[in-house]
T-cell receptor, first 115, second 109 residues
Framework: SAVISQKPSRDICQRGTSLTIQCQVDSQVTMMFWYRQQPGQSLTLIATANQGSEATYESGFVIDKFPISRPNLTFSTLTVSNMSPEDSSIYLCSVEAGQGRYEQYFGPGTRLTVT | KQEVTQIPAALSVPEGENLVLNCSFTDSAIYNLQWFRQDPGKGLTSLLL?????REQTSGRLNASLDKSSGRSTLYIAASQPGDSATYLC????????FGGGTRVLVKP
C-alpha cells in the first residue's frame, strides 16, 4: 500500500487567484494521478504525472489551467490557475502501487472553495 | 470510451441486513476493477481489487464478484453496520480508472 498526504486540506480562495496543491507519498512510485470531484459528482481524472516527463492531460483539461510538477518519485503539485467559482471542488491525488497489481491509493483530498 | 453505471444510486437499510451494490461497465478490456469507499468530504479508501483473471475477492464482511465478459461487478456487504454508511464507488481500470457515480449507503441503527 501507500500513504499519501495532501496540503492544504482545504482553502477558500478569491476568483482570479491561483492555488498550488501538494501531494506527498511515503514511497517511490512511477505513476501519480490528479482527480477532480465536483460537488455531488464522481471523480474525473485531470492528468497523469510521471516523473521526468510532461504530464498527460485528459480531454477537457489543459496545462495552462492545471499546471503540474513532478520533481521526484514521491512528490507532485497541481496548480489551479485563474480560479473561478466553477473550480470549487475536491482535488485528489492518487498513486499506483501494489507490486504490479496496478492498485490505486488516494490521498485525503483538498477541498477548494472559490468565492 | 468506458462508461460506468452504479445501481442503486442510494440505499437505506436497517442494521444487520446484507447489502448488494451493482456496477456495470461498457468496455470489458480491463485489467482490474477496484471498489472504494468515500466518507463525506474525505478521500477514497480502497476496499477490494479484483484482477481481470479473477471472479471474486473477499475481505472480511466484503465480497466482490467480477464478470468481465458481461461488464458487471457486484459488491456484497454482509451484516451491515452503521459504520458502513458511506458512498461506494467502483472503478474498472484499462489505461486509467473510470469511476461510476457511486451508491450512497445509509445503515440505520
Amino acid at each position: 500500500s501507500a500513504v499519501i498526504s495532501q496540503k492544504p486540506s482545504r482553502d477558500i480562495c478569491q476568483r482570479g487567484t491561483s492555488l498550488t496543491i501538494q501531494c506527498q507519498v511515503d514511497s517511490q512510485v512511477t505513476m501519480m494521478f490528479w482527480y477532480r470531484q465536483q460537488p455531488g459528482q464522481s471523480l474525473t481524472l485531470i492528468a497523469t504525472a510521471n516523473q521526468g516527463s510532461e504530464a498527460t492531460y485528459e480531454s477537457g483539461f489543459v496545462i495552462d489551467k492545471f499546471p503540474i510538477s513532478r520533481p521526484n518519485l514521491t512528490f507532485s503539485t497541481l496548480t489551479v490557475s485563474n480560479m473561478s467559482p466553477e473550480d470549487s471542488s475536491i482535488y485528489l491525488c492518487s498513486v499506483e502501487a501494489g507490486q504490479g497489481r496496478y492498485e490505486q491509493y488516494f490521498g485525503p483530498g483538498t477541498r477548494l472553495t472559490v468565492t | 470510451k468506458q462508461e460506468v453505471t452504479q445501481i442503486p444510486a442510494a440505499l437505506s437499510v436497517p442494521e444487520g441486513e446484507n447489502l448488494v451494490l451493482n456496477c456495470s461497465f461498457t468496455d470489458s478490456a480491463i485489467y482490474n476493477l477496484q471498489w472504494f469507499r468515500q466518507d463525506p468530504g474525505k478521500g477514497l479508501t480502497s476496499l477490494l481489487l479484483i484482477q481481470s483473471s479473477q471472479r471474486e475477492q473477499t475481505s472480511g464482511r466484503l465480497n466482490a464478484s467480477l464478470d468481465k465478459s458481461s461488464g458487471r461487478s457486484t459488491l456484497y456487504i454482509a451484516a451491515s453496520q452503521p459504520g458502513d454508511s458511506a458512498t461506494y464507488l467502483c472503478a474498472p481500470a484499462d489505461n486509467k480508472l473510470t469511476f461510476g457515480g457511486g451508491t450512497r449507503v445509509l445503515v440505520k441503527p
